[in-house]
């Protein structure tokens, strides 16, 4: 008989049961819809082993990497400890080492922590201050020798948490950070399909994170950024991406401007319009997107009309918490 | 789960598993975004978990292994029949299965008895 694991709690898996069945019989609270393997309500992570394949039918290739399961199809094969998503604590200590102004809203932050964690470039982690009040960023960049994160954080208005940052938040202060999350990253693998990146204002901190990533694995496929902003000095990087197109001869960067005060460097319109107007078919590519919700949603369905199959799209939709 | 298993040739590997359900359900759901008669049931709805009810679907309309209940379907379709789900657009939605499978080069008599399975679930998914 197998055990399940779930935070301080250890259980016994019946034979025949699945994970769901067992934690529901002992009366956890497992989010759960159809149990048939569709929904996806149920969705898990195995913390200790891979577990069974069967278990990740259906799941997009960068959860089952990071050994997401849906616990209603997942009949142990051996003891397992698990977790629901997005529950992890933040627990890590940081300190912030630096800090610059990318444009106007926008501020970079580096932080180093102490206890080693595994993440992606372009997965996201909970940021908390002291006082508790946590928000969402995604990682800019690849594991450091350093162990440091790179965030762009962008000013909301009336944002709380933003607003300290750029405000108050100094050299030194400290931050508790999450584990990362998130499923929009590179996977090594098909090294020469053409990739597509789509990012509007922040949203080009993951994505710089993605690039470098496909990069230092070696990927040869030709790799086009598109970055967007509505107006000129919301880009930031212009400098360092050109610098990057021109030492990869794979890698196409197009800034891109959709109001008026646009010029003749960058590309005039929409990030998402200009990206998907680039080719002819999108069969065979994969795509990430990254920002704006409505840009993410409306282009991921543009993509997959365009020929991208549903599992070669990655997206990561910066929603807004609203309030506190 | 496992009676395909026992059957040596199921429609399910004759039309060829796995592989041709993914082939399948990213032709299949593009038809269906594409159809002004039908796309407005899909607007709201999470295009990865869209696909993966896709292939729960056509898993069982190639008589493959599936977990299909009557009941579920009925539940699941509860809120697009108060939408107006009726049969024209479950005709709508047959005729992309077809011209779908028909893209793959599925022959005909295939065709025919995956169309004939789905058929069978026009009670349960429009609530009759």
């Known amino acids: ?324 | 789960m496992s009676e395909s298993q026992e059957k040596s040739q199921t429609l399910y590997e004759r039309i060829g598993g796995e592989a041709a359900v993914n082939a399948a359900v990213d032709i299949f759901y593009r038809k269906v975004l594409a159809d002004y008669r039908i796309n407005r049931f899909f607007d709201n709805a999470d295009m990865e978990k869209q696909v993966a009810k896709q292939k729960a679907f056509f898993t069982m309309a190639f008589g493959g292994p599936n977990n299909y209940t009557g009941t579920d379907m009925r539940t699941a379709h509860a809120h697009l029949v108060k939408m107006g789900l009726n049969d024209s657009h479950f005709d709508a939605v047959m005729e992309h299965l077809g011209a779908t499978l028909t893209e793959l080069n599925v022959p005909a008599d295939l065709i025919a008895e995956a169309a004939a399975i789905a058929e069978s679930t026009r009670k349960d998914i429009l609530g009759k």
């Not at chain 1, 070696?218 to 790799?223: A, S």
């Not at chain 1, 999108?282 to 840009?295: K, Q």
């Open chain 1, 1 to 324: 008989m197998q055990s399940i694991t779930i935070g301080e709690s250890t259980f016994s898996c019946q034979p025949d049961e699945t994970v769901l069945e067992t934690l529901l019989r002992e009366n956890v609270q497992v989010p759960n819809g159809c149990r048939q393997g569709l929904c996806q309500a149920c969705m898990m992570r195995s913390l200790d082993n891979p577990p069974p394949v069967s278990a990740q039918t259906g799941l997009k290739d960068t959860l089952q990497k990071q050994n997401y399961f849906l616990a209603c199809i997942c009949h142990p094969e051996q003891d397992m400890t698990v977790a629901l998503p997005n529950q992890q604590d933040a627990t890590i200590e940081a300190v912030i080492v630096q800090k610059q102004r990318l444009t106007p809203d926008i501020m970079r932050l580096v932080v180093e922590y102490q206890t080693p964690f595994n993440f992606f470039a372009g997965q996201f982690v909970n940021l908390k201050r002291l006082d508790g009040l946590t928000r969402s960023y995604s990682i800019a960049n690849i594991p450091h020798p350093k162990n440091s994160l790179e965030f762009h954080i962008r000013r909301l208005p009336n944002g709380q948490f933003s607003s300290w940052v750029h405000d108050e938040l100094a050299l030194g202060d400290r931050v508790i950070l999450s584990e990362a999350q998130g499923a929009c990253h590179y996977l090594p693998g098909r090294a020469e399909q053409p990739l597509m990146l789509v990012g509007t204002g922040s949203g080009l901190a993951p994505l710089y994170g993605i690039l470098a990533d496909a990069l230092a694995q070696g990927h040869t496929g030709p790799i086009h950024l598109f970055h967007g902003s509505r107006d000129l000095n919301g880009l930031y990087f212009i400098d360092e991406m050109r610098e990057l197109a021109e030492k990869f001869a794979n890698v196409h960067y197009t800034p891109c401007v959709s109001g008026a005060n646009g010029d003749s460097t960058h590309a005039r319109g929409r990030a998402h319009d200009i990206a998907l107007s680039s080719t002819e078919s999108l069969s065979g590519w994969r795509v990430f997107l990254c920002g704006h919700p409505d840009m993410v949603n409306q282009t991921k369905r543009m993509a997959f009309m365009k020929g991208a199959s549903m599992s070669d799209i990655y997206a990561d939709a910066f929603h807004v918490i609203q309030g506190k």
